[in-house]
Nanobody
């Protein structure tokens, strides 16, 4: 089970940190990712991190502004978001994958959190 938190209403240029806590099983060997879904749009990949934190992946739209990190001892994955823009407004989901690739696609993920809303006002 995954529980995402930390969303809210912020202004453009602000920073916010999302957190995802995993429970029920050990996710320390899973790839973990963040996706987002804006109204009327498909869910899209935002960022991902390998099981040991050694490799990270970012969508071009957030590269340089967002940072993903994980703490396997705590079974958490965070998404630090800086320089937020109105176009970052979406419901953000964390997810884990036990598969060997395709991390940019929702089909690669086995478990999903319930989502947390981020709204960035201009």
């Amino acid at each position: 089970q995954l529980q995402a938190s930390g969303g809210g209403l912020v202004q453009a240029g602000d920073s916010l940190r999302l957190s995802c806590a995993a429970s029920g099983r050990t996710f320390s060997r899973d790839f973990m990712g963040w996706f987002r879904q804006a109204p009327g749009k498909e869910r899209e990949f935002v960022a991902g991190v390998s099981w040991n934190g050694g490799t990270t992946y970012y969508a071009d739209s957030v590269k340089g502004r967002f940072t993903i990190s994980r703490d396997n001892a705590e079974n958490t994955v965070d998404l630090q978001m800086n320089s937020l823009k109105p176009e970052d407004t979406a419901v953000y989901y964390c997810a884990t994958s036990t598969r060997g690739g395709g991390y940019y696609f929702t089909t690669a993920y086995d478990y999903w959190g319930q989502g947390t809303q981020l709204t960035v006002s201009s």
